[in-house]
């Protein structure tokens, strides 16, 4: 396995433990992550939230932000908040929609 892909998996355990205090599922089950890319150290990150004026994002951001950038081979993480494409319930994933009562 490839540095890149082992620090990417990593990121996601990390990213399942950062939740909108709103809503009892992880960011990365809610399909709130758009990319991850891994470069010299500096994990790029693309994430959306579930409404533009989420009262939480600047703390689920910073909390993004401590959380990826306590991984060893992370020096730092560049979140960037997307709006494109709109994120709906269908990016969720099964369990996020189960524990949510969706399916």
């Given at each position: 396995m490839?540095?890149?892909?082992?620090l990417?998996e990593k990121?996601?355990?990390m990213?399942?433990?950062?939740?909108?205090?709103?809503i009892?599922?992880?960011?990365?089950?809610?399909?709130?992550?758009?990319?991850?890319?891994?470069?010299?150290?500096v994990?790029?990150?693309?994430?959306?939230?579930?409404?533009?004026?989420?009262?939480a994002?600047?703390f689920?951001?910073?909390?993004?932000?401590?959380?990826?950038?306590?991984?060893?081979?992370?020096?730092?993480?560049?979140?960037?908040?997307?709006?494109?494409?709109?994120?709906?319930?269908?990016?969720?994933?099964?369990?996020?929609?189960?524990?949510?009562?969706?399916?």
């Amino acid at each position: 396995m490839s540095k890149e892909l082992e620090l990417e998996e990593k990121i996601v355990k990390m990213l399942r433990t950062v939740f909108d205090p709103e809503i009892p599922v992880n960011v990365y089950d809610l399909g709130l992550i758009y990319k991850i890319e891994i470069e010299n150290g500096v994990a790029h990150i693309d994430m959306t939230l579930t409404a533009p004026n989420c009262p939480a994002a600047d703390f689920i951001i910073d909390d993004i932000r401590s959380k990826v950038e306590s991984i060893d081979g992370i020096e730092h993480a560049d979140v960037q908040l997307v709006f494109e494409p709109e994120w709906s319930q269908d990016m969720m994933s099964e369990e996020a929609k189960l524990d949510l009562g969706f399916l």
